[in-house]
């Protein structure tokens, strides 16, 4: 099994999204799968230019020249896809909304019926199943991550992959701060392992562990 994770946070692996990722992606590992990671921060990634090249003209290539070239074969050889990013103004950073607009020579311009909804055919070949989200914000509720989790459930009803789960840490700058008086909260780290080893061995996040990584650490009016 192949996980390709995509951090999307400016910040890269000094930021509060990969404390959360990073014990993920050990989980995987430890379970036995292959992983790679790539962050968009250091990738020369254009937007799409919407002409539909990859369907048309040069079927599953588009004709832009530049990292996607690297990564869009990862990405098709992967059984799953892991995105990592901060919650910005309700929503995925700007890089990685632009890097899922390329993926588009991954999919064929086809329509097929899945549940009664329109979705397109996954191209022969690539091998992607699953998509994890790894998520964080400031502000305490949970609800802040309801956009951003629609937005990627739609995703994968449109290429009809499975959503496997969310791994989303709310009030992250408290958790910083807790971190740092060596206060009791090194559990959330845990479960954030565990789920990397559930995902590839049971196929699926339980819902105890993805709850137990998003705990309130203290009340709101805090």
Not at 123 to 148: H, M, Q, Y
């Amino acid at each position: 099994m192949k996980a390709i994770a995509i951090n999307a946070s400016p910040k890269m692996d000094k930021g509060n999204t990969a404390a959360i990722l990073m014990p993920f992606l050990e989980g995987i590992r430890e379970a036995g799968a292959e992983v790679e990671i790539f962050y968009t921060s250091k990738m020369k990634i254009n937007q799409c230019q919407g002409d539909l090249a990859c369907w048309f003209k040069t079927p599953g290539k588009c004709s832009q020249r530049d990292d996607m070239d690297i990564l869009l074969p990862k990405l098709a050889e992967a059984d799953i896809w892991i995105f990592a990013t901060p919650v910005y103004v309700g929503s995925m950073s700007g890089p990685l909304k632009n890097m899922i607009d390329r993926i588009l020579p991954l999919v064929t311009p086809f329509f097929e019926l899945h549940n009664g909804h329109c979705s397109h055919p996954v191209r022969e070949g690539a091998l992607i199943s699953k998509l994890v989200l790894v998520s964080t914000c400031a502000f305490w509720e949970l609800d802040n991550f309801d956009p951003l989790i629609a937005n990627l459930k739609d995703i994968c009803r449109n290429a009809n992959l499975e959503f496997a789960g969310a791994l989303l840490r709310p009030h992250y700058r408290a958790l910083q701060s807790m971190v740092e008086k060596n206060e009791p909260v090194n559990d959330i780290f845990d479960e954030a392992r565990e789920a990397g080893h559930q995902l590839v061995r049971d196929g699926a996040i339980s819902s105890t562990t993805l709850a137990a990584i998003s705990r309130p650490l203290l009340p709101l009016e805090m």
